[in-house]
C-alpha cells in the first residue's frame, strides 16, 4: 500500500483532540496520505461536493454500513492487489452517503456493522490503512 496514492474525503472537521491527536500520529506514520475535509450540510450538497473533490484517477472507495467487511489481513491484501490504483476513501457526514453516491464507488466498504461517529471512522480507517502497511512489510505492529 503506497500512501501517496490515497486520499480521505471526508464530511465534517474533528473536534475531539484526542481523535485528532490520533489521527496525527498516524498520518506521520503515512506520509503522502492526504485528507481532504469538506463542509457539513445536507446529504444532496455534501454529495456534491465529494463528487466534485473525486479525482477522474481514482476510485472511491466508499465507506458505509452495507459495505464488506474483511479482517486486517483480508484489507491489506486487497489494497496490495490493486496496486498502483489511486484510492480515494469517502465518509459522510451524519446521514451518510447518497444512492447516487453509493452507486459511484468502485468498492463499498464497512469498518464494522457498528455505526461509528465521522471523527472515529476517520481515526479507525487510517489506522487499518497503517496496519495494512505494516502487514505488507512484515512488521511486528500487527499480532494476527
Known amino acids: 500500500m503506497n500512501p501517496s496514492r490515497c486520499r480521505i474525503i471526508t464530511i465534517g472537521k474533528v473536534r475531539k ?7 496525527e500520529l498516524y498520518l506521520k ?4 496520505l ?20 473525486l479525482r477522474s484517477d481514482e ?7 452495507q459495505g464488506e467487511t ?7 491484501e486487497r489494497l496490495s492487489n490493486l496496486g ?3 484510492l480515494a476513501f469517502v465518509i459522510g457526514g451524519a446521514d451518510g452517503l447518497t444512492a447516487e453516491l453509493k452507486a459511484l464507488a468502485h468498492w463499498k466498504l464497512s469498518l464494522s456493522p457498528m455505526t461509528f ?23 511486528p505492529y500487527h499480532r494476527a
Open 17 to 23: 483532540a484526542w481523535v485528532q491527536e490520533g489521527i
Open 29 to 32: 506514520r503515512l506520509p503522502g
Open 34 to 53: 492526504k485528507i481532504v475535509e469538506l463542509r457539513d450540510g445536507n446529504p444532496e450538497k455534501e454529495a456534491e461536493s465529494i463528487r466534485q473533490t
Open 59 to 65: 476510485w472511491p472507495v466508499m465507506l458505509m454500513e
Open 70 to 76: 474483511l479482517t486486517s489481513i483480508s484489507f491489506a
Open 84 to 86: 498502483s490504483q489511486r
Open 117 to 139: 461517529p465521522h471523527e472515529l471512522a476517520r481515526l479507525l480507517l487510517i489506522e487499518q490503512l497503517f496496519r495494512a502497511q505494516a502487514i505488507q512489510q512484515g512488521s
